[in-house]
């Protein structure tokens, strides 16, 4: 028999709400407003955002975002297993060149980076002087000037290695050591027993993370604009300077952002769903399933309480 | 028990730091032979099993299996440690099972069988599947073939773990508190495969708790405490009338 009681009043949390929604609701006005107003001094307003939303340089320069996140974040990925793998090397020189790595890149701000390898064709002729590059990025370097795409890779993604090789590690780490005595005792060698049993089990540990990355990333690359590379920013910032219409280029590029950012936001969602799975018992509902459930029972009477898995004995009842 | 010893200690001593874990084992097992041990936790049991197959490194002593020492390779009066292949090739030879199950989680128990036959052994997959199939029938979980770990109980999970290790034909199976951590309902299942595998020849070091299963199966038995053998002989001899005070008092505790 379901319980009939007449629930508690909290007056208290309507009145913050109407202040956050009324406060909120007047941050935006203004805002719409003073793009409106920008009519009169420089730009169009509202009109020029939706002119210049599909203009076809900024939808050129997305691709290049996209582009430049993708090709960074798998430098990163691929660099980052290696750089875990070696610092958790009972070779103390793989380890400590690791942690040398992971203690620069990470120290250093990216643009910085970017700068430097923006800017290393002006002293260097030659780059392969040492730096752990992948071998893909060492034929494509040597003896030439580096152009701004790839300054900008090369600053994102060896950056990224770095904080990828601490997710790798972590979820390295979080494997139990019984997995890799199993796999030795069975006469499995070192790269085996991280191929095959390790890094697999890392997965779920390693993918959250990496997508946070990922998201971060897409943002990231506009950084590249410090290497005149022409993505979304640069592109957006090249239109604004010829315009003059700066906050409305600015929205342009804050949507598409947005929207990019939103929809990795729902993939990241759904991976993260799919490696939790075998270690809930059930899983939660997705805000879709949530939203039918909720339109489809709104008249109607509570679901019944989640009986529990395993039956109860009719004496303990 | 005839022929030459399948694993043979002499004073093999191991530390971990400052703490000496075993202190001097001198024991023999034969082909065929099922050698159970028994003793308090910290006495050294366990270790002295992860010495055989070189998941530790022994600091003292000798320490050979079918022949040939663990880790190290005779040449004139000098030892050259074995490289990391050969390590693993031996260890390739010997079973183990662990108080744990460790399972692959990530695998269903067909293909935590066949993984090593196939990436180590360089079995052909029909081959090694047919094997398997084989293997968990005879454990009694030819129906669970395709089932992941997290699905099986903890009785069905240390067979599989048995049929995973078995599936590299091994000449020696090592089994470390293998029903330790099963509820007491599923005991019965495991030892009744290790049985079977002791009925079959299989030559086995069993350090466990189960007395029953000691008296039972067990050729021999060996009594340990603070790394040293305190007592071995004849299962019956030494559970009937244990020679030494610490066996008598221990054996009063679990008896």
């Not at chain 2, 005779?74 to 390590?87: A, I, N, P």
Request: contains cysteine; glycine residues 8%; charged residues 20%.
């Amino acid at each position: 028999m379901a319980i009939k009681a007449v629930p508690v009043r909290h007056p208290g949390r309507w009145v913050a709400a109407i202040v956050v929604l009324a406060i909120a609701a007047y941050v935006v006005y203004t805002f719409v407003l003073a793009i409106q107003e920008d009519h009169t001094t420089h730009g169009s307003g509202w009109a020029s955002v939706w002119f210049y939303l599909f203009n076809g340089l900024i939808l050129r320069g997305i691709l290049v975002t996209l582009e430049l996140t993708v090709l960074a974040m798998v430098v990163g990925i691929v660099l980052g297993v290696i750089l875990a793998v070696m610092r958790l090397s009972p070779n103390w020189v793989m380890s400590w060149v690791s942690w040398l790595y992971i203690w620069f890149f990470r120290g250093t701000p990216v643009l910085v980076q970017i700068f430097f390898w923006f800017n290393l064709n002006l002293v260097l002729k030659s780059v392969d002087i040492g730096i752990p590059f992948t071998p893909l990025w060492l034929h494509a370097n040597t003896n030439t000037l580096i152009p701004p795409f790839m300054a900008a890779l090369l600053g994102l993604g060896l950056n990224e290695a770095a904080y990828m090789a601490e997710i790798v590690r972590a979820g390295i780490i979080s494997v139990e050591h019984g997995q890799t005595e199993a796999a030795q005792a069975l006469g499995m060698d070192r790269s085996l027993v991280m191929r095959r049993i390790v890094l697999p089990q890392a997965m779920r540990v390693i993918i959250p993370p990496t997508g946070n990355e990922t998201i971060s990333m897409l943002k990231t690359t506009s950084l590249a604009f410090g290497a005149s590379v022409t993505e979304l920013f640069t592109r957006q910032q090249q239109i604004a300077t010829a315009t003059y219409e700066v906050l409305e280029l600015l929205i342009v590029a804050s949507i598409w952002y947005l929207a990019m950012t939103s929809i990795l936001t729902v993939g990241q969602y759904y991976i993260e769903r799919h490696f939790g799975r075998g270690t809930q018992r059930g899983l939660p509902l997705t805000p879709f399933q949530r939203f039918r459930r909720m339109v489809f029972t709104f008249h109607a009477p509570p679901p019944a309480p989640v009986q529990p898995p395993i039956s109860i004995p009719s004496e303990h009842r | 028990m005839t022929g030459n010893p399948m694993v043979k200690a002499e004073a093999v001593h191991k530390s971990f730091g400052r703490l000496e874990v075993l202190r001097g084992i001198d024991l023999e097992v034969y082909p065929k032979e099922v050698m159970c041990m028994i003793g308090p936790s910290g006495s050294g049991k366990s270790t002295f099993l992860r010495c055989i197959n070189h998941l530790e490194k022994i600091d003292a002593g000798r320490l050979s299996v079918d022949g040939e020492l663990v880790g190290y390779r005779e040449g004139g009066d000098k030892l050259y440690e074995l490289h990391d292949r050969e390590v693993c090739h031996k260890r390739s030879e010997i079973g183990m099972v662990f108080q744990r199950f460790n399972l692959f989680p990530h695998m269903t128990a067909l293909e935590n069988v066949i993984e090593a036959p196939i990436r180590v052994k360089r079995e052909s997959r029909a081959l090694a599947v047919e094997r398997g199939r084989k293997l968990l029938d005879g454990v009694g979980l030819g129906e669970k073939v395709n089932a992941y770990p997290n699905q099986l109980s903890g009785g069905q999970q240390q067979r599989v773990a048995i049929a995973r290790a078995l599936a590299m034909q091994p000449k020696l199976m090592l089994f470390d508190e293998p029903t330790s951590a099963l509820d007491p309902e599923l005991v019965g299942d495991v030892l009744d495969v290790m049985r079977g595998l002791a009925k079959d020849g299989m030559t086995m070091i069993v350090v466990t708790h189960e007395i029953g299963f000691a008296r039972e199966v067990g050729d021999s038995l060996v009594f340990m405490d603070g790394g040293v053998v305190v007592e071995a002989g004849k299962p019956r001899d030494i559970l009937t009338n244990p020679q030494h005070e610490r066996t008598r008092s221990f054996l009063s505790k679990v008896l």
